[in-house]
């Protein structure tokens, strides 16, 4: 990927390079439905096969998830030889009603084809992976197929040239993450979690049908080519509405708050599924919304600065839980939430959103590595996830360990390191903003890069260093190649993606055609910035290592804790807030609406019919075929009318 990159970025602007001359020249990019053809088809054969293709059919979703990279990597070259940089094919007539229609089609530019490599490269690996983690689950055919769906569906997400095609990806990344996290459905936590996902994430798509209708309403479109050139046109009120309904959308797919709690409650998933959704593709989906709708975030910075609000808050609240919670894959997950909001923060400064893209790269490598990582430590710890159970792994697993540490040191912002470079860019990005804007928000990176490398080195000291607490009968052993091969090449990712990334071919530059760049002083020097970024990040490892390594770990939590402490076990009781915010208030309108439903709607439709059936009854009677009980009538009728002229007589 870095070569390609190399062959982007040096290219004159207008000339062909040899290679993509060539590819260009063979139609590549003609056949880019290709790129979503294949994990689909793998999909479509694993889902419907049946257990026929359950031999073989893991091997066909690591086949067609390979065959898709392969082909990104082609597109990719191909897209370096033209001189736009762009690439963009109809498909066919997705919509037509009356004077309305809607082509679906692919878009291939800097952007979608840096998601395309990191979906494509990483989902790979976490394949490969996946054969070695489930070899034993007798179901194993269905997880591969859904792992090929949840590509396909990121891979229309990414490529689709409108919002309306991106809302189908986006539904289709959906149903696959709650397949995946419900996976084994059969226990109630992880069934209830993958619910919680689906409802936190709908809650988030009425944020983003609701912008697509606004974008409908008043521009007439909802292609990006439709709709970017117009942005200026739209009403301040309107700009608004729109970004903050975007952002609503974005934050229910990335985890973000308020819509964050369901991210680390996902963890029910098989481990691979935790990698997948939670480095390098589902929660990067809004990340990339907000990247992809910059133009119209332009016309608003009301709706920009809600975007960088929202990434400093939700770096400070998962950092903080983080720190409190012993289950490993929920400290990771936390840290994912954290993680992503420092690309909030990012993509909402002006002229650093490539940054958040640089980040979002890195972070692909070193989180899935962290994740796949944790995964061979549960299977060789029995699926143990209580970090006060490990200890002295570091000897047992000494595979694992190295690539942890690799994922470690890149997370903390090590020198050198991938998130040494594009966190301290972030950071940088945020006190060049200048004024208390600027202050506020940089600081408060600083400070939570420092949380991180505590909560991070923590987890590490009680994983691998100081004596053996595990469970009686345990027998930690090193996972096999399958496994670890997939974890070392995202090991060394995370060692050099940044360097490369920044210094040997400029992501940044590469992206500057779709994203903009915007030159600002700098408040501080990027050296001082480094210096101040890294002792605080060393402060942090210091005190986790004073906490947990110098002395004894228990093995089980301690009770007498800090009301911070108790909140962050609690999820800062965010839980508690959305069920009285959210939960509760939708469960008694519920009860309300089919109250209403029942005794009303339906009572007053019942009732009628009732009456109408009752009456014609009783009517019915009086016809009855006796001739007594028609003379009775004949006679009854002719006593009223005799009455009534008697009556009309005397008045």
């Known amino acids: 990927m870095s070569e390609l990159l190399l062959l982007a970025t040096e290219a004159p602007a207008g000339e062909r390079l040899p290679v993509g001359d060539y590819l260009a020249a063979t139609g590549t990019l003609d056949l880019l439905w290709l790129l979503v053809a294949f994990p689909l088809l793998g999909a479509a054969v694993l889902l419907l096969g049946g257990r026929r293709s359950d031999r073989w059919g893991p091997y066909l979703a690591i086949g067609m998830c390979g065959a898709a990279f392969l082909y990104g990597v082609a597109a990719f070259a191909s897209l370096v030889g033209l001189d736009e940089r762009t690439a963009q094919r109809d498909l066919f007539t997705w919509i037509s009603v009356g004077g309305l229609q809607i082509d679906f089609g692919l878009l291939l530019d800097p952007l979608s084809a840096t998601f395309v490599l990191l979906i494509t490269g990483v989902g790979f690996l976490i394949h490969v992976y996946s054969l070695g983690y489930m070899a034993h689950d007798p179901r194993r055919r269905l997880f591969f197929g859904y792992l090929n769906l949840f590509v396909a569906a990121m891979l229309v997400l990414v490529l689709s040239d409108s919002y309306l095609g991106l809302f189908l990806g986006w539904e289709g990344v959906g149903l696959a993450s709650y397949l995946l996290i419900s996976f084994w459905f059969?226990?109630?936590?992880?069934?209830?979690?993958?619910?919680?996902?689906?409802?936190?994430?709908?809650?988030?798509?009425?944020?983003?049908?609701?912008?697509?209708?606004?974008?409908?309403?008043?521009?007439?479109?909802?292609?990006?080519?439709?709709?970017?050139?117009?942005?200026?046109?739209?009403?301040a009120g309107t700009a608004t509405a729109i970004g903050l309904m975007l952002l609503l959308g974005a934050c229910g797919k990335s985890g973000q708050f308020p819509l964050h709690t369901w991210l680390p409650d996902a963890m029910a998933g098989p481990t691979p599924v935790s990698a997948l959704i939670h480095a390098a593709t589902m929660v990067t989906a809004g990340v990339y919304l907000i990247a992809r709708s910059l133009p119209l975030?332009?016309?608003?910075?009301?709706?920009?600065?809600?975007?960088?609000?929202?990434?400093?808050?939700?770096?400070?609240?998962?950092?903080?839980?983080?720190?409190?919670?012993?289950?490993?894959?929920?400290?990771?997950?936390?840290?994912?939430v954290s993680q992503i909001g420092y690309m909030f923060l990012a993509v909402a400064i002006p002229g650093a959103a490539a940054v958040a893209i640089l980040h979002l790269l890195t972070h692909g490598f070193?989180?899935?590595?962290?994740?796949?990582?944790?995964?061979?430590?549960?299977?060789?710890?029995?699926?143990?996830?209580?970090?006060?159970?490990?200890?002295?792994?570091?000897?047992?697993?000494?595979?694992?360990?190295?690539?942890?540490?690799?994922?470690?040191?890149?997370?903390?912002?090590?020198?050198?390191?991938?998130?040494?470079?594009?966190?301290?860019?972030?950071?940088?990005?945020?006190?060049?903003?200048?004024?208390v804007r600027g202050w506020?928000?940089?600081?408060?990176?600083?400070?939570?890069?420092?949380?991180?490398?505590?909560?991070?080195?923590?987890?590490?000291?009680?994983?691998?260093?100081?004596?053996?607490?595990?469970?009686?009968?345990q027998h930690p052993h090193e996972s096999p190649a399958v496994m670890t091969v997939p974890m070392i090449v995202l090991a060394v990712g995370s060692v050099i993606s940044g360097f490369v990334l920044v210094h040997v071919t400029p992501l940044t530059d590469f992206l500057v055609p779709v994203l903009g760049s915007e030159e600002a002083d700098h408040a501080l020097e990027p050296i001082v910035v480094t210096i101040i970024v890294t002792a605080v990040s060393g402060l942090g490892v210091a005190l986790a290592w004073v906490q947990y390594g110098r002395k004894p770990v228990p093995t089980t939590a301690p009770v007498a804790v800090g009301p911070l402490t108790l909140a962050a076990r609690n999820n800062l009781y965010f839980d508690s807030l959305n069920e009285g915010v959210l939960m509760r208030p939708g469960q008694y309108l519920t009860r309300a609406l089919v109250f209403v439903d029942n005794r009303g709607i339906d009572g007053a439709v019942a009732g009628l019919a009732a009456g109408v059936g009752g009456g014609s009854g009783r009517l019915r009677r009086v016809q009855n075929g006796f001739v007594r009980s028609y003379a009775l009538s004949m006679f009854g009728g002719a006593a009223l009318v005799v009455a009534a002229l008697l009556v009309a007589r005397v008045a």
Not at 193 to 222: C, H, S, W, Y
């Open 297 to 336: 975030y332009e016309v608003s910075e009301t709706a920009r600065l809600v975007v960088g609000i929202i990434g400093l808050v939700t770096l400070v609240i998962g950092a903080v839980i983080g720190c409190a919670y012993d289950d490993i894959k929920k400290v990771l997950a936390y840290s994912t």
């Open 366 to 435: 070193f989180k899935a590595c962290m994740f796949l990582s944790a995964g061979s430590v549960m299977h060789g710890m029995n699926d143990q996830v209580d970090m006060r159970r490990f200890g002295g792994l570091r000897t047992k697993l000494p595979v694992t360990f190295a690539c942890m540490t690799a994922g470690y040191l890149a997370i903390i912002g090590f020198p050198l390191f991938a998130g040494f470079f594009s966190k301290d860019l972030i950071i940088e990005a945020a006190l060049d903003q200048g004024g």
């Open 440 to 473: 506020l928000m940089g600081g408060t990176a600083i400070v939570i890069a420092g949380v991180t490398a505590f909560y991070m080195t923590r987890m590490m000291v009680m994983t691998f260093f100081g004596p053996a607490r595990w469970t009686e009968g």
């Open 186 to 235: 059969y226990v109630p936590e992880y069934a209830t979690a993958a619910k919680k996902a689906f409802i936190a994430n709908r809650i988030g798509d009425v944020g983003l049908l609701i912008a697509i209708f606004l974008m409908f309403t008043a521009l007439g479109t909802t292609s990006f080519e439709g709709v970017f050139p117009q942005a200026e046109m739209l009403a």
